[in-house]
């Protein structure tokens, strides 16, 4: 079955610090995968996508993922950590399930910045 | 520029009444989705839609019903409210099913 797995549930750094967050999925044939953002009472954010191609995919905000098949992995990541980044990332697998298209969601890292 | 609108943006519910949830899309997308947001469980697939018409049942549909009557509307209905049906619920569309646009969310709470 198709899943996604965040194994960090919070992770917290200092302003300016480099950040990675981590994703792994499980997904038969050659994943659609993304990361969203998610700031207090907001709705979710497109950070980035990868569908083909370049497996070091960039996105908005300086944030950057990199997929690996081998490890069935797409961290993400950012060289340096502002305050405004603090927020809740989720990262997702597109599947095709019973003949239809569907985002299937890890539970999400929470993501604290200390000053 | 609209995007995806969610009405409304709060709601309190006694256990037992009903209500329904008005997500509207502005781009002509064909797929729609209903999701629950609960603290560390992510996002959960309640009921989705392919097209005009057509409805399927995701990952939690038990005790909602949904409705695409027009393209560019999605409704999700709670028939019978229950204190556990208590959450954040967001609608998303998207082209061909690939790149998703989130509302900004329905809280409910059921009392």
């Known amino acids: 079955a198709q899943s996604v797995t965040q194994p960090d549930i919070h992770i917290t750094v200092s302003e300016g610090a480099s950040l990675e967050l981590r994703c792994n999925y499980s997904y038969g044939a050659t994943p659609y995968l993304f990361w969203y953002v998610q700031s207090p009472g907001q709705g979710l954010q497109l950070l980035l996508k990868y569908f083909s191609g370049d497996t070091l995919v960039q996105g908005i905000k300086g944030f950057e993922a990199e997929f690996k098949r081998s490890q069935s992995s797409f961290n993400l990541r950012k060289p340096s950590v502002h305050w405004s980044d603090a927020a809740e990332y989720f990262c997702a697998v597109g599947a095709w399930v019973d003949s239809s298209y569907k985002l299937i969601f890890g539970s999400g890292t929470r993501l604290l910045v200390r000053p | 520029n609209a995007g995806v609108t969610q009405t409304p943006k709060f709601r309190v519910l006694k256990t037992g009444q009903s209500m329904t949830l008005l997500c509207a899309q502005d781009?002509?997308?064909?797929?729609m989705y209903w999701y629950r947001q609960d603290p560390g469980m992510g996002l959960r697939l309640i009921h989705y839609?392919?097209?005009?018409?057509?409805?399927a049942k995701g990952e939690v549909p038990d005790g909602y019903n949904v409705s695409r009557l027009k393209k560019q509307n999605f409704l999700l209905g709670l028939e019978s409210a229950a204190p556990s049906q208590t959450s954040v619920y967001f609608c998303?569309?998207?082209?061909?099913?690939?790149?998703?646009?989130f509302g900004s969310g329905t809280r409910l709470t059921v009392v």
């Open positions: 839609s392919v097209g005009e018409g057509t409805t």
């Open positions: 781009m002509n997308h064909e797929y």
């Open positions: 998303a569309s998207s082209f061909q099913g690939y790149g998703y646009t």
